[in-house]
T-cell receptor, first 112, second 114 residues
Framework: QKEVEQNSGPLSVPEGAIASLNCTYSDRVSQSFFWYRQYSGKSPELIMSIYSNGDKEDGRFTAQLNKASQYVSLLIRDSQPSDSATYLCAVNAANTGNQFYFGTGTSLTVIP | KAGVTQTPRYLIKTRGQQVTLSCSPISGHRSVSWYQQTPGQGLQFLFEYFSETQRNKGNFPGRFSGRQFSNSRSEMNVSTLELGDSALYLC?????????????FGPGTRLTVL
């Protein structure tokens, strides 16, 4: 059974600060990693995907992957109140029919 | 490209009834997955269909079923509704179903069981 774990939070950061969200996964053969953002009452929307060890940057967002340590993180620089949402980590592996496994999400609040 | 669409967006049913939800994936996508989301349980995987075949299945009772049509549209059916089935039901599509494919979610169907 694959497990994806996230701190449920809530995580609160002041506006302009860096928010750091972490995710660990149990299956070493996981190959693809995704971060989704979900606003209250809405469906998840993709923020970033990452497949290789290291950092991947997209605007204010940076995803970091360390397969040896089995964790993936998301950094949000210059946090804005509009970033307040739940962030879901998802992993995917080819050996299990490419099923997605989601964490329970981390609630982020950016305080103006 | 148009996104994933789901109908209806809101539904109110009573216990014992059955319900059918519909999902149209992004054009060209062949994989459709269904999830149940509740405040206490988070996103729970129901099943995934790829080219009209169920490829993966979560741990839900047989009251939950689905199918996929040749045009990749998918339906999910819940029979004998229970109060605990009240949830947001999300559909997600992806292209060929490879591990690097990204899943894109529809807006969801909010089901309330009274």
């Amino acid at each position: 059974q694959k497990e994806v774990e996230q701190n449920s939070g809530p995580l609160s950061v002041p506006e302009g600060a860096i928010a750091s969200l972490n995710c660990t996964y149990s299956d070493r053969v996981s190959q693809s990693f995704f971060w989704y953002r979900q606003y209250s009452g809405k469906s998840p929307e993709l923020i970033m995907s990452i497949y290789s060890n290291g950092d991947k940057e997209d605007g204010r967002f940076t995803a970091q992957l360390n397969k040896a340590s089995q964790y993936v993180s998301l950094l949000i620089r210059d946090s804005q109140p509009s970033d307040s949402a739940t962030y879901l980590c998802a992993v995917n592996a080819a050996n299990t029919g490419n099923q997605f496994y989601f964490g329970t999400g981390t609630s982020l609040t950016v305080i103006p | 490209k148009a996104g994933v669409t789901q109908t209806p967006r809101y539904l109110i049913k009573t216990r014992g009834q059955q319900v059918t939800l519909s999902c149209s994936p992004i054009s060209g996508h062949r994989s459709v997955s269904w999830y149940q989301q509740t405040p206490g349980q988070g996103l729970q995987f129901l099943f995934e269909y790829f080219s009209e075949t169920q490829r993966n299945k979560g741990n839900f009772p047989g009251r939950f079923s689905g199918r996929q049509f040749s045009n990749s549209r998918s339906e999910m059916n819940v029979s004998t509704l229970e109060l605990g089935d009240s949830a947001l039901y999300l559909c997600a599509s992806r292209g060929s179903g490879f591990s690097t494919d990204t899943q894109y979610f529809g807006p969801g169907t909010r089901l309330t069981v009274l």
